[in-house]
T-cell receptor
Framework: QKEVEQNSGPLSVPEGAIASLNCTYSDRGSQSFFWYRQYSGKSPELIMFIYSNGDKEDGRFTAQLNKASQYVSLLIRDSQPSDSATYLCAVGGYQKVTFGIGTKLQVIP | DTAVSQTPKYLVTQMGNDKSIKCEQNLGHDTMYWYKQDSKKFLKIMFSYNNKELIINETVPNRFSPKSPDKAHLNLHINSLELGDSAVYFC????????????FGPGTRLTVT
């Protein structure tokens, strides 16, 4: 079983819609959770982090965490073509962070 | 000001050669990492250093040797390059060992022919 699982996509959504990206993790003791955005040919960039169960909102982005279900999600409201990128879920463990394979998001104008 | 910088950006070399990649961060962070991102885009940790001390060595062949002369620098030397070493190598830094908020360098695209 992979430590951090994501659907690689691509996930296609029309401009203005809500994009929903999902991630599950295997280590029940994980305490910190991150979403990174990676544009093609660029390096990953941190966009959200969440440590507690529930929702955390930052602009058009909402991170959701459910530790009981070992599930993390990222919602992007009013999706824009500039949101087209690969979104990497990352889970903090002992002295390191483990990344999922990433979900490629395509926002169609 | 570039927070995490890497050189070179591109590296094309032949099998069997030895090459180095350099990384520097000006964020004042204590912890630095090397990641490998392969053709399938999977980002996998290779090494981490905290205040010049090796913390993580993730089953990487011993042809790969990291070196941290000070906490702002982490270099990666690769001996006897193989075709399978072709990938993008990212350096990253965090405030400390328990911080997952990583700042990545621009990456070094290594192509072994």
């Amino acid at each position: 079983q992979k430590e951090v699982e994501q659907n690689s996509g691509p996930l296609s959504v029309p401009e203005g819609a809500i994009a929903s990206l999902n991630c599950t993790y295997s280590d029940r003791g994980s305490q910190s959770f991150f979403w990174y955005r990676q544009y093609s040919g660029k390096s990953p960039e941190l966009i959200m982090f969440i440590y507690s169960n529930g929702d955390k909102e930052d602009g058009r982005f909402t991170a959701q965490l459910n530790k009981a279900s070992q599930y993390v999600s990222l919602l992007i409201r009013d999706s824009q073509p500039s949101d087209s990128a690969t979104y990497l879920c990352a889970v903090g463990g002992y002295q390191k962070v483990t990344f999922g394979i990433g979900t490629k998001l395509q926002v169609i104008p | 000001d570039t927070a995490v910088s890497q050189t070179p950006k591109y590296l094309v070399t032949q099998m069997g050669n030895d090459k180095s990649i350099k990384c520097e961060q000006n964020l004042g962070h204590d912890t630095m990492y090397w990641y490998k991102q392969d053709s399938k885009k999977f980002l996998k940790i290779m090494f981490s250093y905290n205040n010049k001390e090796l913390i993580i060595n993730e089953t990487v062949p011993n042809r790969f040797s990291p070196k941290s002369p000070d906490k702002a620098h982490l270099n990666l030397h690769i001996n006897s390059l193989e075709l399978g070493d072709s990938a993008v190598y990212f350096c990253a830094s965090t405030l400390g060992l328990d911080s997952g908020e990583q700042y990545f360098g621009p990456g070094t695209r290594l192509t072994v022919t």
